[in-house]
């Protein structure tokens, strides 16, 4: 393409493109020159500035899926795509926040730095990229890690890590081994939450309620075993469990209406601990994030009055995955 013809040919500017976007430097190989690309991208004009150097051949709000070729041009061929970016395209189940910025690893030898919505690590522990769908992602174990790594909070850890664990398959191990070989930067909190559950916490909630537990200063119960009466009949899988006293603890919803199979399934679950004698004690998702002591207090309770009658004749089972 000359510089006289390119004006004419913007079908093959596009298609030299990834899904629109280009660089400034590959658009003066086509023969543009790179300030006939930047006036281009001003107010009124028909392209637009992504990223330094990066531009968009249209105008409008760029897709998602533009925004990560732009950061990928931007980051360059080495470029790895991390974070909740490459979790979501390898299957975890949550929408991009407005503003979520695309987190990319590059070797440490280059100098690229963060720009607009690309935020850029430099490694010298550079994965091997999956790739899907042409983008080089990182694998799911450290990419959950490395958006672990940048939140300063207990729950919003929790969550992703139990989600990546339940969508994603991410086991607990492979988790801990990744941790342990990359920077402590930011790997306390991680850490911690990782020990919940590998203790068994199936959910941001079960490993709330972990920490709930531990308020309580009463012995460690099991969490997400199955129990069975005498005659080994199937009673329930409690959230925890407290053996020597036959006291289960379970994390409910209140957002069941009757009518629903999970409101049902609730009433049976509990009838069948009633009909073996079994305690329990029944606490919403949110009180353990509101009212921890108050929670703590009413396990503490439960728990003495289960101690002082007869243990019911329930059995502990295995583990139910």
């Known amino acids: 393409m000359t510089r006289r013809s390119w004006a004419r040919d913007a079908e093959e500017l596009f298609g030299a493109s990834r899904r629109g976007v280009i660089t400034v430097a590959q ?5 543009v020159p790179s ?3 930047y006036r281009r991208c001003r107010p009124g004009q028909p ?3 992504l990223l330094p150097g990066v531009v968009l051949l249209r105008t409008g709000t760029p897709t998602r899926r533009q925004l990560l070729e732009g950061a990928l041009l931007y980051g360059g061929s080495e470029a790895v795509v991390t974070g909740l970016e490459s979790c979501r395209r390898q299957g975890l189940k949550r929408e991009a926040r407005p503003g979520e ?3 990319l690893l590059l070797p440490a030898h280059l100098k690229t730095t963060s720009s607009g919505y690309v935020l850029v690590e430099r490694t010298t522990r550079l994965p091997a990229p999956v790739t899907l769908d042409e983008l080089p992602l990182a ?16 729950a919003p850890i929790r969550a992703l890590l139990a989600e990546a664990v339940q969508q994603l398959k991410a086991g607990p191990a492979e988790l801990s081994a990744e941790l342990e070989q990359g920077s402590d930067r930011g790997s306390a909190l991680p850490r911690e939450v990782l020990r919940e559950i590998g203790k068994g916490a199936r959910s941001p909630a079960e490993a709330a309620a972990m920490a709930v537990w531990r308020r309580t200063g009463l012995p ?3 969490w997400n075993f199955e129990i069975c009466d005498e005659r080994g009949r199937y009673i329930a899988t409690p959230d925890a469990w ?9 994390i409910d919803s209140y957002e069941f209406h009757f009518g629903q199979p999970g409101y049902a399934a609730t009433l049976e679950r509990n009838n069948r601990y009633a009909a073996a004698g079994v305690a329990v004690v029944q606490t919403v998702p949110s009180r353990l994030r509101t009212e921890p002591r108050a929670v703590a207090g009413e396990l503490v309770l439960a728990y003495r009055a289960a101690a002082n009658r007869p243990r019911p004749p329930v059995v502990l089972s295995g583990r139910r995955e």
């Not at 990419?143 to 300063?152: K, N, P």
């Open 220 to 222: 460690e119960p099991v």
């Open 27 to 31: 658009l003066e190989d086509l023969g």
């Open 35 to 37: 300030r006939t690309s």
């Open 242 to 250: 407290c053996d020597a006293v036959a006291l289960a603890w379970e």
């Open 47 to 49: 392209w637009q500035r």
């Open 101 to 103: 910025p695309i987190h």
């Open 139 to 154: 694998p799911v174990v450290r990419a959950v890690l490395d958006e672990c790594r940048r939140l300063t909070e207990r």
